[in-house]
């Protein structure tokens, strides 16, 4: 701060101890990039307004395009003083408008229709052959390479909006789709797709399960794949090919003797075939295993719903006699028994 002639108080930046600010200028080239932008946008917009005049836009269309135009041009210069990209798209922007605008104005003036199509290509031929040679070869190249582009654009955009719209469970189903068709022997990718169509429950989803899980268990049997199978070919009624591939389980070493027969005891139940049931439980229970009590309890639930409630109680005592007290199993026996008793 110092006192001027004025004998008046002025704020200077002098005596502060600071550096005088700087501003930033614009190199020659900015400059000069600029001006070839204004320039260029200036001569188009020149060319336009020509053709608005030949064609005789209405007064509404000229401010239209003359908006657009305006718009256009102060967006490359500011553009074009930090950057080269920006204002070749605002360029690119600027040209599209005006040919939708012109395209607008030939068809709705019909000045398309004055131009003999034939004449023109006859004088063509005739006064410069090579150039309509080169010129028909181009255009023909054009032609294929945006419909390409175009198919493209199309495709692309049916992608987006179907990743967006497309429910989780659906995009999740493409995927695996997609998955399998370019590794189709992995079983893992099968195995998945297989689950993913039997999750959906409609009957063509559940047709391409069964045949998913048909060619794993042609391959790889495991108790999964062939529990899975059971269950695709009982929601096809096939009840038969159900229990003869829910009893292929007992062929396994891994196989859950307890877990088989609760798929038989469901197959019995939801077939209403349980007759078939009691027989294939009959079976299983005969068999020394650390499950049979298990086995012999579903066994007993059919032999009720069946009417059979002597063969029922018998099971029932032989589970209470062989299990300890301290099991679960032992419980629910006695549970059974107390339900047989009452009814």
Known sequence: MSFDDNDGYSDSNEFSGFPPK???????????????????????????????????????LAFIAGCIFLFAFLWQRRASRTGCLTPVFVFGFLIFWELVIVGGLFYQTGIYKQVDLNKVKS???????????????????????????VDSAVGAVKNAVAEFTLPDETRKLIDLETAFSERPGDVGTVMALAEAYAARGDLASTRLSVALYEALVET??????????????ARLLRHDLAFSTALRRTWLPQASLGKVARQLAFLAVDSADLTR????????????????EEVKLLLAALYKDAGHKENAMQLVDEILESAPETLAINREAAAFKKQLTEN
């Open 220 to 233: 790889e049997p495991t108790d999964v794949c062939l529990e899975s199978l059971a269950e695709g070919y």
């Open 277 to 292: 049931g009691i027989f294939e439980l009959e079976r299983l229970a005969r068999r020394p295993d650390p499950e049979q």
């Open 123 to 149: 004088n063509l031929q005739r006064q410069a052959p090579e150039a309509y040679k080169y010129a028909e070869k181009f255009l023909e190249n054009s032609a294929v390479q945006g419909k390409m582009l």
């Open 22 to 60: 700087q501003q930033a200028g614009r190199s020659c080239l900015s400059h000069l990039w600029g001006l070839f932008c204004s320039t260029t946008f200036l001569a188009n917009g020149a060319l336009f307004a020509f053709f608005l005049i030949g064609l005789q836009a209405s007064r509404d």
